[in-house]
């Protein structure tokens, strides 16, 4: 079973629409994080947000917005009135204790594009 | 946040051949790994490189193909050996970064295999 379970393959909008990129994931740790990157056509992965298990308040910054619901296990990220630059492969990842928090177990992610 | 420079950015290489990929931070980290993303694929971690001893491979990745080197707390080498069409991917250093746990990345080496 995926431990990071990124259902949508593809999203396609048109700019100015909201977007939300689902994120399901599994763990038995009580400690943990969750992290989303996006990765522009360029390759890099850029860092959006990490989130503790300990901390459910949603979190907003500017466009962005994420959802974390420990009981359905699932760390939502929206973008809001989204733009051609948000045109990505956006992934979600799970770290657990058992690598001293420290590397990443992934979805296979969410291309979203965006048109004008 | 740390900032992880990456050489080469990307690469043509022949098949049979081998290339050695730099990673350099701005900071000194405790822990730095590398990762291959295959087209169109998520990302896979390869193994943990170990300052001062050999890096801990994952399963399905041996030391013979990916040679890792840690020489310092800020600068690592990944050496792709006997290169095949299949090992083109972009390969990505990441970084444990400061107290708050976060895990960044460098650009990426993108290598094509011909």
């Known amino acids: 079973a995926q431990k990071v379970t990124q259902a949508q393959t593809e999203i396609s909008v048109v700019e100015k629409e909201d977007v939300t990129l689902d994120c399901v994931y599994e763990?038995?740790?009580?400690?943990?994080?969750l992290f989303w990157y996006k990765q522009p056509p360029s390759g890099e992965l850029v860092f959006l947000i990490r989130?503790?298990?300990?901390?459910?308040q949603n979190e907003i910054s500017g466009r962005y917005s994420w959802n974390f619901q420990k009981s359905t296990s699932s760390f939502n990220f929206t973008i809001t009135a989204s733009q051609v630059v948000d045109s990505a492969v956006y992934f979600c990842?799970?770290?657990?204790?058992?690598?001293?928090?420290?590397?990443?177990?992934f979805g296979k992610g969410t291309m979203l594009l965006v048109s004008p | 946040s740390a900032v992880i420079s990456q050489k080469p950015s990307r690469d043509i290489c022949q098949r049979g051949t081998s290339l050695t990929i730099q990673c350099q931070v701005d900071s000194q980290v405790t822990m730095m790994f590398w990762y291959r993303q295959q087209p169109g694929q998520s990302l896979t971690l390869i193994a943990t490189a170990n300052q001062g001893s050999e890096a801990t491979y994952e399963s399905g990745f041996v030391i013979d193909k990916f040679p890792i080197s840690r020489p310092n707390l800020t600068f690592s080498t990944l050496t792709v050996s006997n290169m095949s069409p299949e090992d083109s991917s972009i390969y990505l250093c990441?970084?444990?970064?400061?107290?708050?746990?976060?895990?960044?990345f460098g650009e990426g080496s993108w290598l094509t295999v011909v």
């Open positions: 990441s970084v444990l970064h400061g107290g708050g746990n976060t895990i960044y």
């Open positions: 989130r503790n298990s300990f901390d459910e």
């Open positions: 990842a799970l770290s657990e204790a058992n690598s001293g928090y420290s590397t990443l177990t």
């Open positions: 763990t038995r740790d009580t400690t943990y994080y």
